[in-house]
Structure formats: C-alpha cells, structure tokens
C-alpha cells in the first residue's frame, strides 16, 4: 500500500538565515539620510536668509515720511533694491526693537545689508530738522543743490520751481517759473519736508515783503506789478558788489526804464544763456544771443527774476538813488579796481571806462 504523498523537508524552499547585522542595516541608513536632509534643508534656509539680509550693491535715494511703520519701510527699501526682502527687514527692526526708533526724512543709503540700512535710519544723532542758510541772490539750481546736501528733496524742489502747480504759484509771480520768489535767509526744515513744504516756507517769507506801504512805494517809482519789482531787484542783486552800491544801481536801472534804453545788464544775458556771469564770453557772441532775458538784444525788463533778491536788494528798489548833487539823472555804472564809476552821459562812461577798466 502506498503511503500518503507528504512533501519532504528537502523540497521545501531554502529561507535566507536570519543575520542581525543585515536587520538593523536599512533603518539606520534612512535615519542617517533624515539627518543629512534635515541639515542640508537647514543650510538651504540659512543661506538663503543670510543672502536676503546681505548687501544688495545698491545705492539710492529714500524718503521716509514721518509716522512710517517697519513694514511701509521695508516695502519703500525692497523698491529701492536696497533690501532683498522688505518683509525681513521689518521683521528684523520689529525683532530688535528698531521699528519704535525709525527717523522721518530724506537718505542717501547704500544696499550694505540689514543691519547697516537700520542703524542708518534709527541713528539717534540724527537731527529731525535741519538748519540751511540760502544766501542772496541765489538762483533755484543752487538753492536745490544745498537742499540735496541736507538731506532733502532738491531735484523735486527744481522741478516744481520751474514747473510750479497752481497752489504753489503765489499770485504775484508772472514769469514761467518761481524764480525770485524764494526768499534768502536761514530756515530750519524739518527732515520729512517735502519740495512743496518748503517751497511754501520760502514763498511765505517772501511774500512778507510786500507790505502796503511797498505797494504804495511801486506806483510811485511807475513799477507796474510786485513781479517788476522783484525782477529788478534780482538784477541789482546780481549787479551790486555790497549793499552801499544797491541804491544807485537800482536807481540807474529805473532810469533807463524810463526813456526806454534797454538796461544792458550783463547777469541777464549769463542767466538767458544758462551760465554763470564769468562764463560770458563777449568773442563768442553771446551777448548777440536773443534770448527773452537778454537786456542787450530786448529793452524793458526780462520775463522774470534772474535769481532770488534779498530784502537789501528789494528797499534799494523802493529807495533808489537816481540823481547827482546837480540834479542830473546817472545812466551808466562801471565796477573797475574795486570801485564803482557812475555818469550821467556815455562820454564820461567811455572815459572812464579806458582810465579805469584794464
């Protein structure tokens, strides 16, 4: 009888033996690359922040107006391309505690990374306002270079001079820009002064000028408007070597503008032409160049002021010396070897002229 088919343990399939060793080999590999993972994620995010708050090589330009908060700050930087991300850097002023320190005004800063774009901007030596002295007789371009020296908005300050809203434009300037209407003096600005705020200041002040009693004064003199008046006390400020000479410089302009001779004003024609008087240049021809400014080519008064008059400048207009002690009106004036020559006919201008002027 044949037995029971019974599989033998010669034909059941071989197991591999059981090492220890190969066991634990594969979880510890998987760990191994978690770690190693973890640490190159971890480098991966540090880099990364450490490039968003590095140097940007950037340099610009930045107001910050008062009352700004860390994120509009970061968000006016990362515009600026002085920071990687505006959002950091308001997360670094909130986490330091800077963004309690932050100064309103203009800034020149350079994309040196976070932490030196916060000092510059929470300085606590950094004044809130700033004292700026312009002198007489200054043009616009010049009072908007001094006002980028300081911090504040001067290429927008020129641009609204020469291009002026109505709300900025005082009522009695008439030329095409603002010029002569920006009073000299010494101003202490606030650092978050916008070009408009201190083209408002500057107006103001001047406008302080025009007192009843000046008005009154003007249809005296035959000066038809205030704008008359400042133009040509901005050509005596340009003309006059002090004050002393401010009256009978002015008195020989108003003369000429009564018979009708043109007032032949060298500044003129250096403004007309962009330069500066010792640019002239008479082989050149420029004093043949018409421009509306040039007081050779035109008679009467220019569109407008040639630069900024001081209040010595506009009293000499109001005050003028016009004649001598016989009573004859001075025409011509000349500024030789430190002196001042006046005549009231070509013939003694001529004279002196060839004794004096070498």
């Known amino acids: 009888m044949d037995e029971p088919n019974k599989t033998s343990l010669s034909e059941t399939p071989p197991t591999a033996p059981d090492d220890p060793q190969e066991r634990g080999k594969s979880p510890t590999r998987w760990i191994l690359r978690g770690v190693l993972f973890m640490f190159a994620l971890v480098a991966v995010v540090l880099g990364y922040a450490l490039y968003l708050m590095g140097p940007t090589g950037t340099t610009a330009e930045i ?50 990374g976070l932490r030196a774009i916060a000092l510059a901007i929470t300085d606590e030596s950094r004044p809130l306002t700033v004292r700026i002295t312009f002198p007489e007789g200054w043009r616009a371009v010049d009072m908007a270079q001094r006002l980028s020296d300081n911090n504040l908005d001067g290429p927008r300050f020129l641009e609204l001079v020469n291009n002026p809203t109505a709300e900025l434009r005082p009522i009695e300037a008439r030329g095409p820009s603002l010029e002569g209407y920006l009073f000299p003096a010494t101003y202490d600005f606030p650092l978050d002064y916008t070009a408009e705020d201190v083209i408002r200041a500057m107006t103001r002040r001047m406008q302080q000028e025009f007192t009843p009693q000046a008005l009154s004064r003007l249809k005296q003199l035959g000066l038809k408007s205030i704008h008359d008046w400042v133009t040509l006390a901005s050509i005596v400020q340009a003309e006059a070597a002090n004050n002393s000479e401010k009256p009978v410089i002015a008195g020989i302009f108003l003369n000429r503008l009564e018979v009708g001779m043109p007032l032949q004003a060298d500044p003129t024609v250096a403004y007309g032409l962009g330069k500066r008087l010792p640019e002239l240049n008479r082989s050149a021809g420029d004093f043949e160049k018409d421009t509306p400014y040039n007081s050779y080519t035109r008679r009467g008064l220019p569109p407008g002021a040639i630069g900024n008059p001081g209040a010595e400048a506009l009293q000499a207009v ?14 011509y004036f000349l500024h030789a070897q430190g002196r001042l020559f006046l005549n009231v006919d070509f013939q003694g201008h001529l004279r002196d002229t060839a004794r004096y002027y070498r």
Not at 324 to 330: E, H, L, R, T, V
């Open 63 to 112: 107001r910050i107006p008062k009352g700004s908060g860390a994120t509009a700050v970061g968000r006016l930087l990362e515009q600026a391309g002085l920071v990687r991300s505006g959002y950091l850097f308001a997360l670094y002023l909130r986490f330091s505690g800077q963004d309690k320190e932050l100064k309103p005004g203009y800034y020149k800063l350079e994309g040196k």
């Open 318 to 331: 109001l005050n003028p010396v016009r004649t001598n002690d016989k009573g004859q009106k001075y025409l």
